[in-house]
C-alpha cells in the first residue's frame, strides 16, 4: 500500500485569507498526481491532474504545484470564500501499473465568513 | 451532459445479505473504478474496469466481493453475506482512461446492521 499523507487534516479560515496545503507521495515511481475537491454531499470534483515535475496549475483562485523529486505537491487557494469549504483530496498514480488511485486522507477546509 | 449516477444512494441492509449496488458512467468513458470510501479515510482502490473486463481487481478485500461490467457501460458492484465492517460509502468514477481526472458519482452509502 503506498503512503499518501495530507496536512493539516482540518483548517479554519477567515473568509478573504489565503491558504495552502500539503500532500506527501513516494517520489520514486511517479506517474500521475490528482487533486480533488469535495463538497458535503456532492461528488468529488477533479481540480488538476499533474505529471510532470515542476509543473504549476492553476483554476481561478485555486493553483498547485508539484516536485516530483521530493515527493510532494501544494494547494493554494487565495482569497478564500465560503464556498471554498471542502475537503480537498490529493491522489497519486505510480508508474507501476497506472489503474488506479491511491488517495491521501484529505485537508478538511472550513471557510468562515 | 449527464454525469456518473450511483443508485441506491442510501442502503440499509441486514447482517449477512446480499447487496447490488449500480454504476452508470459517463458515455463513452471506457475507464470505470469503484473505491470504498470508510469514515476518516480517503477512497480507498477496489476494482477498475477497462471496457468490460477487469483490468485490475487488486483492491477487492476478499472474495465476497465482486463486480461486472457485462456491455462497457454500466457496472453493478456486488456483496454476498454483508458484514458490518462492510459499511461505507461506495463510490465509482469513470474516466477516458487511466490517467485522465476522474468524474465521480454521488456515491452510495451502505450500512449494515
Known amino acids: 500500500i503506498l503512503n499518501v499523507e495530507q496536512s493539516p487534516q482540518s483548517l479554519h479560515v477567515q473568509e478573504g485569507d489565503s491558504t495552502n496545503f500539503t500532500c506527501s507521495f513516494p517520489s520514486s515511481n511517479f506517474y500521475a498526481l490528482h487533486w480533488y475537491r469535495w463538497e458535503t454531499a456532492k461528488s468529488p470534483e477533479a481540480l488538476f491532474v499533474m505529471t510532470l515535475n515542476g509543473d504549476e496549475k492553476k483554476k481561478g483562485r485555486i493553483s498547485a504545484t508539484l516536485n516530483t523529486k521530493e515527493g510532494y505537491s501544494y494547494l493554494y487557494i487565495k482569497g478564500s470564500q465560503p464556498e471554498d469549504s471542502a475537503t480537498y483530496l490529493c491522489a497519486f498514480i505510480p508508474s507501476t501499473g497506472a489503474n488506479n488511485l491511491f488517495f491521501g486522507t484529505g485537508t478538511r477546509l472550513t471557510v468562515i465568513p | ?113
Open chain 2, 1 to 113: 451532459g449527464a454525469g456518473v449516477s450511483q443508485t441506491p444512494s442510501n442502503k440499509v441492509t441486514e447482517k449477512g445479505k446480499y447487496v447490488e449496488l449500480r454504476c452508470d458512467p459517463i458515455s463513452g468513458h471506457t475507464a470505470l473504478y469503484w473505491y470504498r470510501q470508510s469514515l476518516g479515510q480517503g477512497p480507498e482502490f477496489l476494482i477498475y474496469f477497462q471496457g468490460t473486463g477487469a483490468a485490475d481487481d487488486s483492491g477487492l478485500p476478499n472474495d465476497r466481493f465482486f463486480a461486472v461490467r457485462p456491455e462497457g457501460s454500466v457496472s453493478t458492484l456486488k456483496i454476498q453475506r454483508t458484514e458490518r465492517g462492510d459499511s461505507a460509502v461506495y463510490l465509482c468514477a469513470s474516466s477516458l482512461g487511466p490517467t485522465f481526472e476522474q468524474y465521480f458519482g454521488p456515491g452510495t452509502r451502505l450500512t449494515v446492521t
